[in-house]
């Protein structure tokens, strides 16, 4: 599993969103809460340590990130807010009696991150500055130490925070 890039987070953050409020099973304080949770409180952390580390490579080397550093707050207000828009719009399909839509949400979601991963995946397996991407001289992902190290455990980190977000948003009794 790579950490996605920011491109490829909204459309994760999205899908994720709706994924809770369907753990939820509609509109719900809880799962408001929870979705903010597990946005600000794992994936902005995350995120945030990408952006610092790998700054071009987090914007997918579509702009000189390093040099430019409104990016940074940019990219952790789109982690927080797409994660709580995904949440509000499957709450609001579910709502509506549409499970069928929320669902198709989340599908959505995954597929348009999956498309910028395939699309861009030449660019999420290097690490370095736009410079050294455009030059081709970024290196391999799995030759940094730090990503090497990163990428387990961010990798962990995101997905044990999302298994224990469905589960606190299900609640007891909800099997």
Avoid: I, K
Avoid at 55 to 78: C, E, F, G, I, Q
Avoid at 121 to 134: I, K, N, S, Y
């Amino acid at each position: 599993m790579v950490p996605p890039t920011v491109p490829m987070d909204v459309f994760l953050n999205l899908a994720s969103g709706a994924g809770l409020a369907l753990a939820a099973g509609g509109p719900s304080r809880r799962g408001m809460a929870v979705t903010l949770v597990f946005h600000l409180g794992v994936f902005v952390p995350l995120g945030a340590f990408l952006a610092l580390r790998f700054p071009d490579w987090s914007w997918m080397y579509l702009l000189d990130a390093a040099a430019m550093p409104w990016t940074v707050p940019v990219a952790l207000a789109l982690y927080a807010s797409s994660g709580l828009a995904g949440y509000l719009a499957g709450a609001r399909l579910l709502g509506a009696a549409r499970r069928r839509a929320a669902l198709g949400f989340v599908a959505g979601g995954l597929a348009g991150s999956a498309m910028v991963g395939v699309v861009g995946m030449d660019r999420l397996l290097h690490v370095g500055t736009l410079a050294e991407w455009q030059s081709s001289t970024a290196d391999l992902a799995w030759q940094d130490p730090v990503w090497r190290v990163a990428l387990p455990v961010l990798s962990l980190m995101c997905v044990t925070g999302y298994a224990l977000a469905l589960a606190v948003v299900r609640g007891p009794g909800r099997g």
